[in-house]
């Protein structure tokens, strides 16, 4: 069965510039998550889906930042335009939604976004 | 708010040596706990977790972690670690009434020489 898998691996842009990350997650999950990880600091959530639906997005940064995630499948993050702050590690996870029970989230392997 | 320490950043043993990271987290209700490894080159997965229950748990590759509530604590032990377990390993804590988001410590880099 494939993991998460997120595109690209890596992106250097310029500031102003836009960037869309991708994430594929596992399928069959409800649920995915965005987490970020600046460098030196620790990963922190950014927002959580529900099938199409945004459940919490208490964690973005500020409103240069729109998930999106049409039909339930595939989630984008676009950031627009970028700053030098937005560099980092953006991870994408995924779990099964069970009702009454917590589920494990599944990673992907993360973009590292570096604006210069 | 919500907030996860460990006391470690960089961790450098010898191989056979035992192991003992420190993650202490801040909020007063029922948490999940969790510890995550993210070994060079590959993607963060779930090395053991904590729900309820035996406060001693048990996760894949020899590694355990004790949950002791009055304490806030939650650190991860291995009795003898092996060159393989060179990794940054991540404590975790979710709060069941604020969603199911994964707040996370900063990391704790450990290095086993051979």
């Known amino acids: 069965e494939a993991g998460v898998t997120q595109f690209p691996s890596h992106s250097v842009i310029e500031k102003g510039q836009t960037v869309t990350l991708r994430c594929d997650p596992i399928s069959g999950h409800d649920n995915l998550y965005w987490y970020r990880r600046v460098m030196g600091k620790e990963i922190k959530f950014l927002l959580h889906?529900?099938?199409?639906?945004?459940?919490?997005e208490s964690g973005m940064p500020n409103n240069r930042f729109l998930a999106e995630r049409t039909g339930g499948t595939y989630s984008t993050l676009k950031v627009q335009p970028a700053e030098l702050e937005d560099s980092g590690v953006y991870f994408c996870a995924s779990s099964l939604r069970l009702a009454g029970s917590y589920n494990e989230q599944f990673f992907g392997p993360g973009t590292r976004l570096t604006v210069l | 708010a919500q907030s996860v320490s460990q006391h470690n950043h960089h961790v450098i043993l010898s191989e056979a040596a035992s192991l003992e990271l420190g993650c202490n987290y801040s909020y007063g209700g029922t948490v999940n706990l969790f510890w995550y490894v993210q070994y060079p080159g590959q993607h963060l997965q779930l090395l053991l977790k904590y729900f309820s229950g035996d406060p001693l748990v048990k996760g894949i590759k020899g590694f355990e972690a004790e949950f002791i509530k009055s304490k806030f604590s939650f650190n991860l032990r291995k009795p003898s670690v092996q060159w393989s377990d060179t990794a940054e390993y991540f404590c975790?804590?979710?709060?069941?009434?604020?969603?199911?988001?994964?707040?996370f410590g900063k990391g704790t880099t450990l290095s086993v020489s051979s």
């Open positions: 889906f529900v099938k199409e639906s945004k459940q919490d």
């Open positions: 975790a804590v979710n709060a069941p009434q604020a969603g199911t988001a994964l707040i």
